[in-house]
């Protein structure tokens, strides 16, 4: 069987780390924060959001939520936006996507400084991603996958990985990222032709196109990593979660794999917990 | 033997296709014209500037080259190119780099603006290019590559395309645009293990690491398309130029290849000017 690469072990590592960082940090007179800001109310992000605060706490980073009705115009909006990332004691900035369709995401989204962009909202991030420069945010769940590969000394320079899904998300920072590690990289789509034989030629195989279970056992082979990015609700289990690898069929395969729930969902949030603390110390050149 | 995928037939179609629309531009009074920024007299700078002149001439496109000393200091370099983004009539800019060694490219290059920026020397041009967004330009050489592969009907859709190459001219933002035509797409490098066996693998293979007939035999296979984006001082012929790939050896074997010089090459000038009229156009609502 598999080995399991849990999440929580990576967040815990990360949130260790982090803990000495901020102590040191607070030490100078300065308390790392992480604004989030959220129009409505969706149940999805207000799970994200709990565990973020719980996380931040955790460490000791300080937390607040800027909330705001969902017929918000787009004025008031920007307005609120600008204001808060003109603040000094914030630090890093994440705002919940998609927002109400009455307001121009695009607009605002660039609203946010690149260096308080934990989550990497804005252009400007994308942008330090693509060409490789560090000073830039990727966004939190690639920025997962790679925490996930370094904790369990995956090796990556000259290895064939494969990552399935092409979305601005995952799949092109995460090609950015694992090319930052010398990895050779393939990024293969609904339209790959043969795609499960793409994908058995990986030597680390990353699933991120949001599709319960399509990763079936002729999509992976021995000696393989396999990192699950989805997080889809299981059509065997109604209310409960899986992800884009049929855990089961892969699981009696592959060398080693992150389950879901358990596996990369638990460690994003210790990430943007990451970024902020960088994104404190850059600001206050700490 | 292989099939020679020539650029000149790439860019007569291109400058033919130009020439039709800078005549409808000519018509509502507006002429598209293009701007190259010259930090002193580099005989490979002259030697760009003179087939840019040519094609952008061939086509009805206004050319006006700005030269500066190469002791030029940044405050003066900084409003110069300021003044020329700024000028109305210059609807596509070029800047020459590396610039000398005094000056801050990096700040320089921002100075243009991404509606402007032909051949991709900002920020705000490769996060266009990275998320897809159209109305970013690429830069001129992996758009010649894409041009090559259109002009000759290359099928792309869910084929697999290796590029040998990560760099931000041509491998990185080439992989984008191939990602944009549903091909799978490997990026391969120098740490990449089994270099030859994961470009045999490919149906379309693009070499673009500038080292002269690295790809040798060893590296293709019968039926690919090879694409050399390279241009090398040729080691067995003092003076004249060859590609990435070696071409005697790849010829007997592949489907289709580029030659070095008359591929790649050819067609740069000629999407240089088609960028410069799509941004005319875009500035001037045609």
Do not use: W
């Not at 909202?121 to 925490?147: I, N, R, Y």
């Amino acid at each position: 069987m598999a080995e399991k690469l849990m999440g929580k072990d990576v967040a815990a590592a990360i949130k260790e780390n982090l803990k000495a960082q901020v102590a040191e940090i607070k030490a100078q007179g300065v308390v790392p924060k992480l604004g989030i800001i959220r129009v409505g109310a969706r149940p999805d992000d207000l799970y994200y959001e709990g565990g973020a605060k719980k996380t931040a706490e955790s460490i000791g980073i300080d937390f607040e939520v800027f909330e705001y009705a969902e017929d918000i115009s787009q004025e008031a909006f920007e307005k609120a936006v600008q204001e808060i990332n003109g603040r000094k004691d914030v630090n890093g900035i994440l705002m919940f996507s998609p927002l109400p369709k009455h307001l121009n995401e695009s607009k605002i989204r660039e609203l946010i400084s690149p260096d308080k962009d934990v989550d990497s909202l804005t252009l400007g991030s994308a942008a330090k991603v693509f060409v490789g420069d560090k000073t830039g945010f990727p966004p939190c769940t690639p920025q997962a996958v790679m925490e996930i590969l370094h904790h369990f000394e995956i090796p990556l320079q000259g290895r064939k990985a494969v990552i399935l899904g092409r979305s601005l998300v995952v799949g092109k920072p995460l090609a950015m990222l694992l090319l930052g590690d010398n990895a050779t990289v393939t990024i293969c789509h609904s339209k790959t032709q043969d795609l499960p034989g793409v994908c058995r030629e990986a030597d680390v195989l990353i699933a991120a196109v949001g599709r319960a279970k399509m990763v079936k056992a002729d999509y992976v082979k021995a000696g393989q990593v396999v990192i699950d990015v989805g997080i889809n609700e299981d059509p065997d289990n109604p209310g409960k979660y899986c992800g884009d690898v049929d855990f089961q069929a892969a699981e009696g395969i592959v060398d080693k794999i992150t389950p879901v729930p358990g596996g990369v969902g638990s460690v994003t949030t210790a990430v943007l917990c990451k970024h902020t603390v960088l994104a404190c110390k850059m600001q206050n050149q700490l």
